[in-house]
């Protein structure tokens, strides 16, 4: 399925981040060919990576990491042919105690956030850029919440790791953090509130806990702003008013662990997770009896099906990680998810049936989708 394209301009592009760089993929309205570029940033793991839209020229941003050369930002106006170093500000303070490890998230704002790109770090804190990544500003009331003493990390780190603005309020926002959980903003950053009521923390002592959850994903839905989903390492939640509590809507998938959340781009009531072994002694996180499928949601996680159509039902031992499932939004839009070994899958049917688009990539951390 990646082979070259036409001459017609790309109406998608795949941003593919992997343990040794990042690849962009692009392709046609049918997305039945994909042309790829890459390895970009090789040797680099890239955890992130965003297309911002909202300003006078449309700018690529790469998030990288090096265990050598440490955290890097890469800024592109030119859909990834050049880049520039964009790390201007993405710095702890000098007298925090805190050195920044990598970046995690970046998120482009629209609607009401237009014009803003926020980066979720490691450890955990939250940088925002109002010059399409050019420089950045930390929203310090995040990192010295009073709850930190309380945050831990878990087996990934202890960083922010989704970012959800709402298009209809500039400022208000979403943030997850493993493991501190949900954090919520009405004024612009200025304040934090957690967000975890009804979400379980079988690992502590006290099983509802102000903070310490561990939220593995969270995405707010784009055709409804305020319903939000979040697969968490205790369970799979759903909420129409975070501070009200979330919804446990894990009955009906074989696992409460799972990484990967992803709501329909068209679609209110269809989310998409992956639930995978979530054997807290094992900890072998694979696709269960290693058959790989993804689970799918048309009434908000009431009740799923299981998907799996062109996908492998035997010896599947892999897993999908936090950030490596996407939707595109065009108007059939597109279901992708990438491996942590390598390979790269994709539904144009809502998750009927799936193809693979590239099997011999470097273990998937990220992948993000958007029309041109």
Known sequence: MAKPTSKKPP?????VGTKRGAFLLTSGKDRRRFEVKGPLFGGRE???MALDRSGKKTVLLAGASNPWWGPELHRSEDLGRTWKPASKGLAFGKK????LK???KLEAGSGAHAGIVYAGVEPAALFRSGDGGKSWDEVKAL??????GKWFPGAGGLMVHHVSPDP???KRLMVAISAAGAFETTDGGKSWAPRNGGVRCDFMPKKFPEVGQCVHSMMRSPVDPDFLAQQNHCGFYVTSDA???WTDRSKGLPSRFGFPVAPHQNDAGTIFAIPVDGDMKA???TFLGGKMAVWRTADRGKSWERRSKGLPQENAWTGVLRGAMAMDDLPRAGLYFGTNNGQLYASLDDGDSFSLVQGMFPPIYSVAAVSL
Do not use: P, Q, Y
């Open 168 to 170: 209809r309020d500039g």
């Open 102 to 104: 990598r970046t995690w």
């Open 96 to 99: 925090s105690g805190h050195t």
């Open 143 to 148: 990192t010295n919440h009073s709850t930190r």
């Open 283 to 285: 900890m072998t996180r």
């Open 243 to 245: 501070a009200k509590g």
């Open 11 to 15: 109406a998608v592009l795949l941003m």
């Open 46 to 48: 890239i955890h992130a």
